[in-house]
T-cell receptor, first 116, second 114 residues
Framework: AQSVSQHNHHVILSEAASLELGCNYS??????LFWYVQYPGQHLQLLLK??????LVKGIKGFEAEFIKSKFSFNLRKPSVQWSDTAEYFC??????????????FGTGTKLQVIP | DGGITQSPKYLFRKEGQNVTLSCEQN?????MYWYRQDPGQGLRLIYY???????QKGDIAEGYSVSREKKESFPLTVTSAQKNPTAFYLC?????????????FGDGTRLSIL
């Protein structure tokens, strides 16, 4: 079965600190990996995605994530956070099941609070 | 502007009552999804549909029903069989047929029990 783990439920950082949010998945086949962000009062939106090629992917607002296949991980990073990064971050994995349907699984989310 | 519209934003349900949440998209996406978001549990998939007139149960389908009569619409009914319906419900869509397509989300509907 496909699953996603986000071990950090709530992270508090000061502005300019570096960020790394963990995401681990389990699935035996080919997966595609996503990070979504939900800013306060806004809808979920795509931050970045990986499906092939360079395992280091860059997203919006200076975020990046590295896919490490041997560790089944897709951690999100940002060198220097800003107050405006305060949001909830969700890791997600998708795959095609035997019926050709896209199976999507989300992690439980990490709430990031950045203190000015 | 293309996007996903969910209505209503807030909904109250009486015990034993069925309620229907609306989801409409004008992105010409084939696939649509319903999620339930509870604090500390992330998004859990209720139902999804890859094409018109076809839908599949997700991880927590019990107590819910859906229909997909039109490509742009995917309403979710929360039935009286759902014993704990208070939650935030999110609708999403994506281009179907390929699992590398990101999902686009609506603003959600918050359902509460009176």
């Amino acid at each position: 079965a496909q699953s996603v783990s986000q071990h950090n439920h709530h992270v508090i950082l000061s502005e300019a600190a570096s960020l790394e949010l963990g995401c681990n998945y389990s699935y035996g086949g080919t997966v595609n990996l996503f990070w979504y962000v939900q800013y306060p009062g806004q809808h979920l939106q795509l931050l970045l995605k990986y499906f092939s090629g360079d395992p280091l992917v860059k997203g919006i607002k200076g975020f990046e994530a590295e896919f490490i296949k041997s560790k089944f991980s897709f951690n999100l990073r940002k060198p220097s956070v800003q107050w405006s990064d305060t949001a909830e971050y969700f890791c997600a994995v998708t795959s095609l099941n035997s019926g050709g349907y896209q199976k999507v699984t989300f992690g439980t989310g990490t709430k990031l609070q950045v203190i000015p | 502007d293309g996007g996903i519209t969910q209505s209503p934003k807030y909904l109250f349900r009486k015990e034993g009552q069925n309620v229907t949440l609306s989801c409409e998209q004008n992105l010409n996406h084939d696939a649509m999804y319903w999620y339930r978001q509870d604090p500390g549990q992330g998004l859990r998939l209720i139902y999804y549909s890859q094409i018109v007139n076809d839908f599949q149960k997700g991880d927590i389908a019990e107590g819910y029903s859906v229909s997909r009569e039109k490509k742009e619409s995917f309403p979710l009914t929360v039935t009286s069989a759902q014993k704990n319906p208070t939650a935030f419900y999110l609708c999403a869509s994506s281009h179907g047929g390929n699992s590398n397509q990101p999902q686009h989300f609506g603003d959600g509907t918050r359902l509460s029990i009176l």
